[in-house]
């Protein structure tokens, strides 16, 4: 089972949609989770830092259930912008710093 | 606001050749990373670094890397030997290393081509 797993999509939408993406992950271990923005041949970006409880960043609402080792994030009004990669990454087990990332989930939105 | 950079943003080497990949993690920072992407794939990590010595590696990073902090600004990721299949972006990453979760911040990458 991969560590970190996406559907890799393309998600291909109208300006103005409502996304939503979601990834899995294998190690109950696992701390922190984030998902990051990767633009064509661009190194990460941190997008936003995901919560138990759940957060919300402008369009961005990003979910994680610990139980089901399940993250997921939704993108309201999908702007031209928006179009990119978008990375699920948790940290390694324990006390390790290192990020595990996932292959992606490629999202295009078109006029 | 404090970035990571990196040099050389390309770099050309024929196989069996060292290379070095340089990186200037921002100034505060306490950790450092080197993470890879070969073309097509999933960002991996390689190795983590802190108080001037290795704290992490992967299976990926063998005895042909290695990894060093010569001054007090520079962060470096040497290949002794490359392969074509070490041809990949090359992202160096740092933290402050004061809170968990701690973002990691990415220098725009080194793409290293090996013919």
């Known amino acids: 089972r991969k560590e970190v797993e996406q559907d890799p999509g393309p998600f291909n939408v109208p300006e103005g949609a409502t996304v939503a993406f979601n990834c899995t992950y294998s190690?109950?271990?696992?701390?922190?989770f984030f998902w990051y923005r990767q633009d064509c041949r661009k190194e990460p970006k941190l997008l936003m830092s995901?919560?138990?409880s759940g957060n919300e960043d402008g369009r961005f609402t990003a979910q994680l259930n610990r139980a089901s080792q399940y993250i997921s994030l939704l993108i309201r009004d999908s702007k031209l912008s928006d179009s990119a990669t978008y990375l699920c990454?948790?940290?390694?087990?324990?006390?390790?710093?290192?990020?595990?990332f996932g292959s992606g989930t490629r999202l295009l939105v078109r006029p | 606001e404090p970035e990571v950079t990196q040099t050389p943003s390309h770099q050309v080497t024929q196989m069996g050749q060292e290379v070095i990949l340089r990186c200037v993690p921002i100034s505060n920072h306490l950790y450092f990373y080197w993470y890879r992407q070969i073309l097509g794939q999933k960002v991996e990590f390689l190795v983590s670094?802190?108080?001037?010595?290795?704290?992490?590696k992967s299976e990926i990073f063998d005895d042909q890397f290695s990894v060093e902090r010569p001054d007090g600004s520079n962060f470096t990721l040497k290949i002794r030997s490359t392969k074509l299949e070490d041809s990949a972006m090359y992202f160096c990453?740092?933290?402050?290393?004061?809170?968990?979760?701690?973002?990691?911040?990415f220098g725009p990458g080194t793409r290293l081509t090996v013919l």
């Open positions: 990453a740092s933290t402050p290393g004061t809170k968990i979760p701690d973002t990691q911040y």
């Open positions: 995901v919560y138990s």
């Open positions: 190690n109950s271990a696992s701390q922190s």
């Open positions: 670094f802190y108080n001037n010595e290795i704290s992490e």
């Open positions: 990454v948790v940290n390694g087990p324990d006390s390790s710093y290192k990020l595990i």
